[in-house]
């Protein structure tokens, strides 16, 4: 088992930026790939980035290419998502996810996940 808390979301004006963590405890953080996604009101749950156990290999949703950098410190047991250039569509909740096999984009290869953090960006 793996526990995961999100922190850093809030309400941010467009073009803003946020820097959202991800903390875990139990099980060794560095045997798990991360995630992160995102889900708005009515909509499904979005891939946004993902990042490897090492931190070498990296994902990104195209909407969020360039404007987000995700990243891991293994050493503080924490995964991060820097959000710049932030923009009205992407107001959700941002949940971060881990999984012991490489799975991307696809929330179904991650078992364990946060509560989420809400981000608001108003235009």
């Known amino acids: 088992q793996v526990q995961l808390v999100e922190s850093g979301g809030g309400l941010v004006q467009a073009g803003g930026s946020l820097r959202l963590s991800c903390a875990a405890s139990g099980r060794t953080f560095s045997r798990f790939h991360m995630g992160w996604f995102r889900q708005a009101p009515g909509k499904e749950r979005e891939f946004v980035s993902a990042i490897s156990r090492t931190g070498v290999n990296t994902d990104y949703a195209d909407s969020v290419k360039g404007r987000f950098a995700i990243s891991r410190d293994n050493n503080k047991n924490t995964a991060y998502l820097q959000a710049n250039s932030l923009k009205p569509e992407d107001t959700a909740v941002y949940y971060c996810?881990?999984?012991?096999?490489?799975?991307?984009?696809?929330?179904?290869?991650?078992?364990?996940w946060g509560q989420g953090t809400q981000v608001t960006v108003s235009s």
């Open positions: 996810a881990a999984a012991p096999v490489w799975s991307g984009s696809a929330p179904s290869g991650y078992p364990y």
